[in-house]
């Protein structure tokens, strides 16, 4: 039943778009970008299903033959057809060549995807896409008949550019490529602008598409620029997904992929190490850049999205490590050089990779934090949605303080005493932050000693921060402003003892006769006046529901205590007496005598 709904929606919607044409008096039309636009997104695109795409072409075009009459021979026999200029007497025949082209296409997106894993699919996918770009100049070609109109010309033209350039593409034919996209994207760029808004959108997507496609070529054939604009362009997508977003992330990872070819070796602390895996090279290539682009993020959503980026590359990058610890018994088997005492290479790699994922943690969930911060100080609009409360940061803190522990128990860094102190200084100063707002918590509920007591535990280890900032001032960069904190609580304590006095006062202070609720319900009070609103109130207290209970005398007990004492007499005589038959009497009861 649901596949029947669908061919049958699918033909209700081929019907629809086989309609897409101009007047006759203007010729021949197609509306070749949004007709496939419109078709890959209800059939599979939007979800990167290329496969289930590509079985809705071959079912439209097998509706298309069927209702033109265009048949590729018989059930027994195939006999090919091409569709010429001098059969183009109805837009529908330009719809085949182009659903022909279309399905082409998605087959080889599809072997795309699987190439992945199947190497040898790639052959298959260029075969296809060669296929496609062949269809598509057929259908240029049918475009320049007189019955066609300009717009459906331009678009074929444009159609064809962009097919050709992603079968060059793949091909790494970069200034072919690069021409093809140009001139795709400057015949979508002209149909744009001699539209209406409405009408342009779909132009300037695509144009938006192949964008990083025409950055990448340029960088291939030698702009060094074209990396930062494909940075930007990432930047630029915001903080959704999407195929371009996708896209972009695609064609920086080839293109620091190649830069890595050039990278060995990478120091940290002091210490030089060989960097022999590809996946760590490029990772560690795109470090600086993926920081750039966050420092450079403009909104938190998009800031959020380059951190996870960021984490889940490091991710792979420390399990690639790993992998190949196991994989060295040798390795294994001596952890340490017994010479120097110093952890090998790879671990020390490994332990560098760590740190640059648990010090990417707490950076995010402190920028976390001081949107959250943020948010708190603003006035809510909206008292019946939930904002955020101090318990929401602490939570935040709690991580990073969980993060900075595992970061002083990285394996070669337990006797760097330098690093140690670093990461005991940026202890205290999230612990601040963390006892900062445990205290605000308790003032929410009017706790005012433990929320005092937690204010000055702040300012503590405020001072021990300010202490021993002197010797590590480069630790202190990429922290929290201490000082701000301290200006921050000491207004908070004279606010506290204000709200606290005022408490104490309010509870000290006793209510006037008058305004005292009576308990009494008014049946039981009607000698003494009083004024009492609640009488004509909707539940005035005027009897007492449901009432006490009170004691009532019982019903009596009767024992008959005589029946013990009480002689009956004798029955003897009233009872009847059996006879004793003998043999006699049996015989006279069998026969029945006796009776």
């Not at 790639?122 to 717009?151: G, I, N, T």
């Not at 050039?262 to 022999?276: N, Y």
């Not at 935040?396 to 303080?401: E, H, K, N």
Request: hydrophobic share 35%; proline share 4%.
């Amino acid at each position: 039943i649901k596949m029947a709904a669908e061919k049958h929606s699918e033909a209700l919607v081929a019907g629809m778009d086989e309609n897409k044409e101009n007047k006759p008096d203007e010729g021949l039309g197609l509306e070749i970008l949004q007709i496939i636009k419109e078709s890959q997104q209800q059939h599979g695109l939007r979800h990167g299903d290329y496969q289930r795409y590509r079985g809705y072409c071959s079912r439209r075009l097998r509706r298309l033959r069927k209702t033109l009459g265009f048949k590729m021979g018989n059930r027994h026999k195939f006999t090919g057809k091409k569709v010429t200029v001098e059969m183009v007497s109805d837009s529908r025949y330009l719809l085949l060549v182009l659903m022909e082209a279309e399905r082409a296409w998605s087959y080889a997106m599809q072997l795309k995807q699987e190439a992945n894993t199947e190497p040898r699919k790639r052959f298959h996918l260029l075969s296809r896409l060669r296929k496609a770009a062949k269809r598509s100049e057929e259908l240029e070609r049918l475009c320049e008949s007189p019955k066609v109109d300009a717009k459906t010309k331009l678009e074929a033209q444009a159609y064809t550019a962009y097919l050709a350039g992603m079968l060059w593409f793949e091909l790494q034919e970069w200034k072919s490529a690069m021409e093809a996209f140009n001139k795709c994207k400057t015949i979508y760029e002209k149909l744009a602008s001699a539209f209406t808004e409405e009408q342009a959108v779909l132009y300037y997507q695509r144009v938006e598409e192949i964008s990083p496609n025409i950055r990448y070529c340029a960088y291939n054939i030698g702009d060094q620029n074209a990396m930062n604009d494909l940075m930007q362009m990432r930047l630029s997508a915001g903080g959704g997904g999407g195929m371009i977003a996708e896209k972009l992330e695609a064609l920086i990872t080839q293109t620091r992929a190649k830069q890595a070819a050039t990278m060995s070796e990478v120091e940290w602390r002091g210490r030089t190490v060989p960097v022999k895996i590809d996946k760590v090279r490029i990772f560690l290539l795109g470090l600086a850049d993926n920081e750039a682009a966050i420092a450079q993020a403009a909104s938190e959503e998009t800031k959020e999205r380059l951190y996870e980026t960021l984490l889940a590359e490091c991710r792979d990058s420390i399990q690639a490590v790993r992998e190949e610890i196991k994989a060295d018994s040798k390795q294994r088997e001596r952890a340490m050089d017994t010479d120097t005492g110093k952890v090998s290479n790879l671990q020390y790699l490994h332990s560098y990779l760590t740190y640059i994922k648990l010090w990417t943690v707490v950076r995010r969930n402190e920028s976390m934090a001081q949107a959250l911060h943020a948010k708190l100080k603003e006035p809510q609009p909206d008292e019946s949605r939930r904002g955020p409360r101090p318990q929401d940061l602490i939570r935040l803190y709690d991580l990073i303080l969980q993060s900075l522990a595992e970061l002083s128990g990285l394996q070669g860094l337990e006797e760097d005493n330098s690093f140690q102190k670093e990461v005991a200084l940026k202890t205290l100063v999230y612990k601040a932050y963390r006892c900062f707002f445990i205290a605000q918590s308790y003032v929410l509920v009017k706790k005012w000693s433990e929320a005092l007591v937690l204010y000055e535990r702040v300012l503590k280890y405020a001072g021990e921060v300010q202490a021993q900032a002197g010797t590590l001032n480069s630790s202190m960069k990429d922290l929290p402003d201490v000082q701000e904190l301290i200006s921050e609580v000491n207004a908070e304590k004279y606010s506290l003892q204000a709200a606290a006095i005022l408490d104490t006062g309010d509870a000290a202070e006793t209510p006037s006769p008058s305004q005292v609720r009576e308990t009494k319900p008014l049946c039981e009070r009607l000698d003494t006046f009083r004024l009492d609103p609640a009488l004509v109130g909707k539940q005035p207290n005027l009897v007492q529901f449901p009432p006490d209970f009170q004691p009532i005398p019982c019903k009596p007990l009767f024992f008959d205590l005589a029946l013990n004492h009480v002689a009956f007499p004798p029955l003897d005589d009233k009872v009847e007496q059996k006879g004793k038959g003998g043999l006699t009497g049996y015989i006279k009861g069998i026969f029945g005598f006796g009776s």
